[in-house]
Structure formats: C-alpha cells, structure tokens
C-alpha cells in the first residue's frame, strides 16, 4: 500500500484531460523504457468529475480503455507516477478531450502495436489502442485540432518519450 501524500495534496488541482505518465517496476515496464528510452512506460490521462468530487484515470490496460479511480490506482501501483497538467492555452478543449476519452471506454487493448512498438514505430488503429494512442488521438480528433505534430502524422507516439514531443502539457509533477 503506497503513501497517497504527493497525490492528496494535487488533487484537488487536477483536471479533465490532465496527463497521467507510469514508472513501472515490472519487466514489461521495463523493456518499454529500455525500447523507448523514456524514463516513464505508461501514459494516461485525468478524468475528473466534478459533481461527485472523484478524479479517475482513462488509461489503455489489458481490458482495454478502462475508467478507474486514480487513487484506486495509486494504492496498489508498484513504481511511480507524474501529473502533466494541460497547458492553460488549451482549456477551452477540456471538456471535448475528456468526452473523446470516454467515447472510446472499451475499444480493445491493442498488445500487437504495444509489442510491436517496442521495435518499431507503429501507425494509428483506432479500432485498438494501446496507452500513448488514446489521448494523442483525442487530440487530434478535436475540432478543431490541438497543434497536430508532423512527427505523429504517420506514427503513434510512445509513452514518456513521445508526450512530451507533442506540446500539450506543462511540466510533470510527481504524485507517487
């Protein structure tokens, strides 16, 4: 059971569409950042319902694109975790991104590009997503787009490595 400290005390400053990035202690965590070359393996993203005072993560996991309590989450996670805020030019978009995230709950899980992109780039299948897919593709969904970068036109972006290419986000903080 981890310490929740870092987490409760930026809670409450958490947002819809806010990038959540994973250190993981487990093999396959580690063959990513090995591949990647990123200090991070997993990359999901912030949904907060505001009514019900309960922050979520919509993350690609072995289900699938899953909604779960991020502090569920958090408890049990073997490794570390970094909050990217969305940078403050982009506000206005929050509530579409968050909407696109939800809109894609249970597309499949799409291991044969994870395991693929640790050798290779890997294009866009929309149809399956693995964890860096899913919030770049609700980005660039969104109409109108969020600054769309050449690089990612043609391959998907790898956690960690990749995110931070695209510009979105501010600067991370850790939480675990």
Request: glycine content about 6%; some cysteine.
């Amino acid at each position: 059971m981890n310490d929740l400290t870092k987490y409760n005390e930026n809670r409450d400053y958490m947002r819809t569409f806010d990038r959540l990035e994973w250190r993981s202690k487990t093999a396959i965590g580690w063959l990513i950042r090995e591949k990647t070359g990123a200090f991070v393996n997993h990359t999901g993203v912030i949904i907060k319902f505001k009514e019900f005072n309960r922050v979520f993560t919509s993350e690609a996991l072995g289900g699938g694109i899953d909604l779960n309590r991020l502090s569920d989450r958090l408890i049990d996670h073997k490794g570390e975790c970094f909050w990217y805020p969305l940078k403050p030019e982009y506000e206005k978009y929050r509530i579409s991104l968050g909407q696109k995230m939800l809109d894609w709950e249970a597309v499949k899980y799409d291991y044969f590009s994870l395991f693929k992109q640790i050798l290779f780039r890997v294009t866009f299948d929309a149809s399956k997503l693995f964890c860096s897919e899913a919030p770049f593709l609700a980005g660039a969904y969104h109409n109108p787009p969020l600054p769309f970068p050449d690089e990612f036109k043609e391959y998907a972006p790898r956690p960690g490595y990749d995110m931070d290419k695209i510009g979105w986000w501010q600067e991370g903080v850790r939480i675990l």
